[in-house]
């Protein structure tokens, strides 16, 4: 059986300086955010940073898609893949599946929010 850990002290980015743009703004091409609660409040916002800035980003709900749609629909107008996945992240089991689904579409995430 397969285990997943989620814990945020565990982001931390390798080579921060490979990461910034001549401007200091992060440069996230090429990366996948994986964002959970993205369809609302600061899940959202943080979601749209991240593709603001190139990120792929897949967004995570629990029940309200069509906060969930319009959230990725503003992320892809900003240039970046966008993958909606449904999940209860108190469901550990749910959790791997939702990380291989997205691996599967977007690529392995870099960046768990």
Do not use: W
Request: aromatic share 2%.
């Amino acid at each position: 059986m397969e285990r997943c850990f989620l814990r945020a002290d565990l982001l931390v980015y390798e080579n921060r300086e490979s990461m910034m743009s001549e401007a200091s703004e992060p440069d996230l091409q090429g990366r996948v955010a994986l964002v959970t609660g993205a369809s609302r409040g600061i899940g959202r916002a943080i979601a749209l940073e991240l593709a603001a800035h190139g990120a792929a980003v897949a967004l995570n709900y629990i029940s309200n898609r069509d906060a969930a749609e319009a959230a990725a629909a503003e992320a892809a107008a900003l240039g970046v893949r966008t993958h909606l996945v449904q999940c209860d992240v108190a469901d550990s089991e749910a959790v791997v599946t939702m990380i291989k689904d997205v691996s599967g579409v977007l690529g392995a995430p870099d960046i768990l929010v």
